[in-house]
């Protein structure tokens, strides 16, 4: 890197310099989408919606580990191409999306649901009652 000396330093000069370091050296090599994730709580469970548009529920996996939710998603879209066609840019072939959460209670897996409709995936994740105390009678 070479420094080149300069009598004065205008502000679009420092503007310049500015940018291109932040734009050339520093910036990610692709930007990671987030997708839209909502958590809302009722007495007896929790609602989440998240936003998958392109995925079939069969490319949706969802696991309840206690607390923790991981929901994943992989979609391989095939070659579709006709006969004498021939794919000459392709970007939408292969995307992956995965997110957990940790929520406050521990989830019931068995009384939860998942529906995924228009590319828009709906668990109501159940909360786990805790067990009535028990009483033990001493003989």
């Known amino acids: 890197m070479f420094l080149v000396p300069t009598t004065h330093r205008s502000p679009a ?4 310099l500015d940018r ?21 709580e009722s007495d007896a469970a929790y609602t989440i919606t998240v936003d998958l548009p392109g995925y079939a529920k069969d490319d949706v996996a969802i696991s309840v580990d206690g607390n923790t939710v991981r929901v994943e998603a992989k979609a391989s879209r095939d070659a579709d191409k006709k006969d004498g066609e021939r794919v000459l ?10 997110r957990s959460f940790t929520l406050p209670v521990e989830i019931d897996e068995a ?18 009652q805790p067990a009535p ?7």
């Open 111 to 128: 009384a939860s649901t998942a529906k995924l409709e228009n590319g828009v995936l709906t668990l109501t994740l159940n909360k786990r």
């Open 20 to 40: 291109l370091f932040d734009d050339a050296f520093f910036a990610p090599a692709a930007p990671r989408a987030r997708t839209a994730l909502d958590v809302a």
């Open 133 to 139: 105390a028990k009483r033990i009678t001493v003989n």
């Open 89 to 98: 840019y392709r970007e939408r072939s292969v995307s992956n999306f995965a």
């Open 13 to 16: 000069f420092a503007r310049s």
